[in-house]
C-alpha cells in the first residue's frame, strides 16, 4: 500500500524537464565590474579573451642544453650570440634560412605537366615549416640540373644566410649536383647534405 502511494506521488522525469524548459527564470539585472569584484559573481554574456594567454610559446627554463652528437669537443666552444631573459626578449641575428629544390622535373604546383615530370612540393613544406619556426626564410625556387647553377646559388645564399636547404639532387647520381657544388665550395660532413659548410 505505502509502495502505490509513493509510485503515484512521483512525477516522471520528462514532465519535470519540461517544467524546467518553460518555468519562469528571475531577471536579473546585470552590470560592469573590475575583475578583483568578479569573484562570486556570474558572468552576463561569454568573455573572450583579448590576446592569446601565454601570447607566445614559453619554455621557462634556465640553462643550455644540445645533443653531443651535433657538436663534438673538437669543432671548439659555441658563441654566444644574444641573451633572453623574462621582461627582455632577444630583440635581435632572426635565423635566415634560404630554401631551393632542384630537378628539370619540377613543375610549380598547378601548372602543366609534360611527360615525365612532377610537381614541386618538398621546397613549400620547407618553407612553411622554418616560418613557423620564426625564421626569415627565402625561397630559391626551382634549380635546374646544371652544376654551375647550383654552385652559383649555393655560393651566393651561404654568404647572406645561416642556412641552406636543399630538396633533391643530394645523392651521388650522374644529375645529383648539390654534394659536388658543395665540396667545390667548403666541406662535407657525412652527417648531413643540407647547408653548405664555408672553411
Given at each position: 500500500?505505502?509502495?502505490?502511494?509513493?509510485?503515484?506521488?512521483?512525477?516522471?522525469?520528462?514532465?519535470?524537464?519540461?517544467?524546467?524548459?518553460?518555468?519562469?527564470?528571475?531577471?536579473?539585472?546585470?552590470?560592469?565590474?573590475?575583475?578583483g569584484?568578479?569573484?562570486?559573481?556570474?558572468?552576463?554574456?561569454?568573455?573572450?579573451?583579448?590576446?592569446?594567454?601565454?601570447?607566445?610559446?614559453?619554455s621557462?627554463?634556465?640553462?643550455?642544453g644540445?645533443?653531443?652528437?651535433?657538436?663534438?669537443?673538437?669543432?671548439?666552444?659555441?658563441?654566444?650570440?644574444?641573451?633572453?631573459?623574462?621582461?627582455?626578449?632577444?630583440?635581435?641575428?632572426?635565423?635566415?634560412?634560404?630554401?631551393?629544390?632542384?630537378?628539370?622535373e619540377?613543375?610549380?604546383?598547378?601548372?602543366?605537366?609534360?611527360?615525365?615530370?612532377?610537381?614541386?612540393?618538398?621546397?613549400?613544406?620547407?618553407?612553411?615549416?622554418?616560418?613557423?619556426?620564426?625564421?626569415?626564410?627565402?625561397?630559391?625556387?626551382?634549380?635546374?640540373?646544371?652544376?654551375?647553377?647550383?654552385?652559383?646559388?649555393?655560393?651566393?645564399a651561404?654568404?647572406?644566410?645561416?642556412?641552406?636547404?636543399?630538396?633533391?639532387?643530394?645523392?651521388?647520381?650522374?644529375?645529383?649536383?648539390?654534394?659536388?657544388?658543395?665540396?667545390?665550395?667548403?666541406?662535407?660532413?657525412?652527417?648531413?647534405?643540407?647547408?653548405?659548410?664555408?672553411?
Amino acid at each position: 500500500m505505502c509502495r502505490d502511494l509513493i509510485a503515484q506521488s512521483l512525477t516522471p522525469l520528462e514532465d519535470v524537464l519540461q517544467a524546467i524548459e518553460v518555468w519562469p527564470r528571475p531577471a536579473l539585472r546585470s552590470e560592469e565590474v573590475d575583475l578583483g569584484s568578479a569573484i562570486t559573481r556570474v558572468i552576463a554574456e561569454p568573455v573572450i579573451a583579448a590576446a592569446p594567454v601565454p601570447p607566445h610559446r614559453n619554455s621557462a627554463v634556465d640553462g643550455y642544453g644540445y645533443r653531443s652528437s651535433d657538436w663534438p669537443p673538437a669543432r671548439g666552444r659555441f658563441r654566444l650570440v644574444g641573451r633572453s631573459a623574462a621582461g627582455h626578449p632577444w630583440s635581435g641575428s632572426r635565423l635566415k634560412v634560404a630554401v631551393f629544390a632542384t630537378g628539370d622535373e619540377l613543375r610549380q604546383p598547378g601548372s602543366p605537366l609534360p611527360a615525365g615530370c612532377i610537381h614541386d612540393s618538398n621546397r613549400f613544406v620547407g618553407v612553411a615549416f622554418f616560418q613557423r619556426l620564426g625564421c626569415e626564410v627565402t625561397d630559391l625556387g626551382i634549380l635546374p640540373d646544371r652544376r654551375e647553377a647550383v654552385r652559383l646559388a649555393l655560393d651566393d645564399a651561404a654568404r647572406s644566410h645561416d642556412l641552406v636547404v636543399a630538396s633533391g639532387g643530394v645523392s651521388e647520381g650522374d644529375e645529383d649536383h648539390v654534394a659536388p657544388a658543395i665540396r667545390s665550395l667548403g666541406s662535407l660532413s657525412s652527417s648531413s647534405t643540407s647547408a653548405p659548410g664555408r672553411t
